[in-house]
T-cell receptor
């Protein structure tokens, strides 16, 4: 079945370091991948979208890559801050709907 | 436009009762989605509309669930004869045409969700 897989273990890093989160897809080829941030008890908030023909996209301290050979997207937060602590969700889509990962919890320690 | 609004934020109901949730999407968005999410899981697709047409409904969704978007604006999700397993956060999202068809760097805009507890 079509799947999006993300690191199930929480990621703990020190403030100021770069956080890197992984998203792998199997049994399908998404036309684009999206990354969302979700805080407890809230709906996801859209961060970035990258299309299959784009290798890298940046927005402020965020960078996302799309490697169709590895079937993987990497999501980086540079100069991380405690306020970046949240769960980050990856979702892969075509025309109809998104397939979602379970999310990776990130904790940035001061 | 203040984003996607969902009402109520919380709902506690007794098993067997019917519940209805409302979603008001961003007015320019022609697509509206309903998802369900439980703790530690990603959003689970329930159904989506393009304007007033319901284009897809999850096969995992039982006949107790129904959704409408009568005028292509707000939407309602009804659960009949609720069961304890229905307890979850119900999320509504809206978007413009899918990103693969259009230009721009945008995704879904989610509401804050309705947390349902069936006791």
């Amino acid at each position: 079945s079509q799947k999006i897989e993300q690191n199930s273990e929480a990621l703990n890093i020190q403030e100021g370091k770069t956080a890197t989160l992984t998203c792998n897809y199997t049994n399908y080829s998404p036309a684009y991948l999206q990354w969302y941030r979700q805080d407890p008890g809230r709906g996801p908030v859209f961060l970035l979208l990258i299309r299959e023909n784009e290798k890298e996209k940046r927005k402020e301290r965020l960078k996302v890559t799309f490697d169709t050979t590895l079937k993987q997207s990497l999501f980086h937060i540079t100069a991380s801050q405690p306020a970046d602590s949240a769960t980050y969700l990856c979702a892969g889509g075509n025309n109809r709907k998104l397939i979602w990962g379970l999310g990776t919890s990130l904790a940035v320690n001061p | 436009d203040t984003g996607v609004s969902q009402d109520p934020r919380h709902k506690i109901t007794k098993r067997g009762q019917n519940v209805t949730f409302r979603c008001d999407p961003i007015s320019e968005h022609n697509r509206l989605y309903w998802y369900r999410q439980t703790l530690g899981q990603g959003p689970e697709f329930l159904t989506y509309f393009q304007n007033e047409a319901q284009l897809e409904k999850s096969r995992l969704l039982s006949d107790r669930f129904s959704a409408e978007r009568p005028k292509g604006s707000f939407s309602t999700l009804e659960i009949q004869r609720t069961e304890q397993g229905d307890s979850a956060m119900y999320l509504c999202a809206s978007s413009l045409v899918p990103p693969s068809q259009g230009a721009g760097n945008y995704g879904y805009t989610f509401g804050s969700g309705t947390r349902l507890t069936v006791v």
